[in-house]
């Protein structure tokens, strides 16, 4: 099976249950530092690209009180599929190239959350979103750090980092087509029941899992085992990337006046 069919595969395989992934605390979280990051105003026009099921989307629009939907642009109609279902939000299955490439339609702040790792040819990618964004518009990637700070067994750290670019790398690829850029590492902890995470890694709850057969997640989890025996409830840090990327630079001087 190639790369797209597996990506498509998993988020069929997990469309239905991904919202019951990750608590509402945890989500008010993280459109909170959205909010402020992408300095989200009524009257932005707003596109979240690789937007899966749209909660981000919707809690973003009610929150912020936006005058127009945001567009959730997905390629997975499984992911898409209850978007009906919420105010403000306005489904488009399509790839982010795809997207890029479209003749109408100029946005204000562009969010990619949870879905760079899954980008081929981002450079390429940057530079044509750059042209559907406003003046001033600013482009938000949240992602996870190579080495994630999520307690992953072994095999499924390492499956996470290979699959993931480095901050420096989307730094670059970002400044290189004209974005000036910002990085924020923001922490969220929590005390989860062990049961609870071991649950989530058997529910692929992230991409990384997919691969994994039932016996080798169970391996995973008796890997897990051996430091948690004693404990019935763990604690857990997710630390979250936030880089921004703001369109326009300001002139540079190379003298005082
Ligand atoms: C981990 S989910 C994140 C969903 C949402 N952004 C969130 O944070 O709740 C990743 C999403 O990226 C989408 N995706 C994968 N490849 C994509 C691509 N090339 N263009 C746009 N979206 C893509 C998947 O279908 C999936 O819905």
């Not at 499984?78 to 489904?91: Q, T």
């Not at 095999?155 to 000036?180: D, I, K, M, R, W």
Request: charged letters at 25%.
């Amino acid at each position: 099976m190639n790369k797209l069919n597996k990506i498509q595969q998993h988020y069929s395989s997990v469309s239905l249950t991904y919202n019951d992934f990750f608590s509402d605390s945890y989500r008010q979280w993280v459109v909170d530092l959205i909010i402020e990051s992408l300095a989200l105003r009524s009257d932005d026009i707003v596109a979240d690209i690789g937007g899966g099921t749209g909660l981000i989307s919707h809690l973003i629009f009610k929150r912020v009180r936006l005058k127009n939907e945001v567009l959730c642009v997905d390629p997975s109609d499984s992911m898409l599929a209850e978007i009906g279902r919420l105010k403000g939000v306005k489904p488009l299955c399509m790839d982010a190239h795809d997207f890029a490439e479209e003749k109408s339609g100029q946005y204000d702040k562009l969010l990619l959350k949870g879905m760079v790792h899954h980008l081929a040819d981002r450079i390429s990618l940057w530079n044509k979103l750059s042209e559907r964004m406003n003046e001033n518009g600013r482009l938000l990637i949240v992602t996870r750090p190579k080495i994630p700070s999520l307690p992953f067994f072994k095999a499924a750290l390492a499956s996470f980092s290979a699959g993931q670019p480095t901050s420096g790398l989307l730094v670059e690829e970002l400044e290189e087509t004209g974005f000036q850029t910002e990085v924020a590492v923001q922490s969220y902890s929590v005390y989860l029941e062990k049961r609870r995470w071991y649950h989530l890694l058997q529910s692929r709850f992230m991409s990384n899992l997919y691969d994994f057969t039932d016996d080798e997640i169970e391996e995973g989890i008796a890997e897990l085992e051996q430091m948690y025996f004693d404990k019935n409830v763990i604690k857990i840090r997710d630390d979250l990337l936030f880089i921004l990327g703001k369109k326009h630079r300001s002139e540079l001087s190379d003298s005082l006046i």
